[in-house]
């Protein structure tokens, strides 16, 4: 079984910093998805960013980017230049690749709720 | 855009009740999703559904049942509420096939069972 590990409940950031959320994975599988979804207040969650295990670039969607390591099963995600609009919970997710089929079940973390101070 | 809509934002029961939870997509995706998101725990699966009338219990089936009778629609329905399911209860719907595939989410339902 998988399990996915957030150990920051809670994170704040000044307006136009930069801020890293931290994931952590715990897995057997050696070919994998993961992912960041953000839960703004009472809105949808939402896609961030994800990255496929296989693949060593870093993923990156504007002022979103991710330090995946496979060696160490870690997962981060680094705002930059943060926005208010930015303020939500951020979930990290994952799932495995299964041969290239799969149900989409996805394994969550606990999240971190982000605030960002203008 | 994808959509996913929930009946209720907010709903209020009595343990013991019958409760039905309703998600409708219109993407046309064949796989669905019912999560309750509790604080300190995440989103958990609760059921899930890979085609009409097919479904597979997550990892926090008890007390819970589904139906899907349409492609686009799938139900939660709490047998008998109880105040340990009070929550907030997320459906979501993505393409089946594709391991990589965003899950779209609706905006939740907050259930109070009392």
């Known amino acids: 079984a998988q399990t996915v590990t957030q150990s920051q409940p809670e994170m704040s950031v000044q307006e136009a910093e930069t801020v890293t959320l931290s994931c952590t994975y715990d897995?057997?599988?050696?070919?994998?998805?993961l992912f960041w979804y953000k839960q703004p207040p009472s809105r949808q969650m939402i896609l961030v960013i994800r990255?496929?295990?296989?693949?060593?670039q870093n993923a990156t969607e504007n002022r979103f980017s991710v330090n995946f390591q496979k060696a160490a099963k870690s997962f981060s995600l680094k705002i930059s230049d943060s926005q208010l609009g930015d303020t939500a919970m951020y979930f990290c997710?994952?799932?495995?690749?299964?041969?290239?089929?799969?149900?989409?079940?996805?394994?969550f973390g606990q999240g971190t709720i982000l605030t960002v101070h203008p | 855009d994808v959509k996913v809509t929930q009946s209720s934002r907010y709903l209020v029961k009595r343990t013991g009740e019958k409760v039905f939870l309703e998600c409708v997509q219109d993407?046309?995706?064949?796989?669905m999703f019912w999560y309750r998101q509790d604080p300190g725990l995440g989103l958990r699966l609760i059921y899930f559904?890979?085609?009409?009338?097919?479904?597979e219990k997550g990892d926090i089936p008890e007390g819970y049942s589904v139906s899907r009778e349409k492609k686009e629609r799938f139900s939660l329905i709490l047998e008998s509420a109880s105040t340990n399911q009070t929550s907030m209860y997320l459906c979501?719907?993505?393409?089946?096939?594709?391991?990589?595939?965003?899950?779209?989410f609706g905006p939740g339902t907050r259930l109070t069972v009392t």
């Open positions: 979501a719907s993505s393409l089946v096939g594709l391991a990589g595939a965003e899950q779209y």
């Open positions: 897995t057997s599988e050696n070919n994998y998805y």
């Open positions: 990255q496929e295990a296989y693949k060593q």
């Open positions: 997710a994952f799932i495995p690749h299964a041969g290239g089929t799969s149900y989409g079940k996805l394994t």
């Open positions: 993407m046309d995706h064949e796989n």
């Open positions: 559904s890979y085609d009409v009338k097919m479904k």
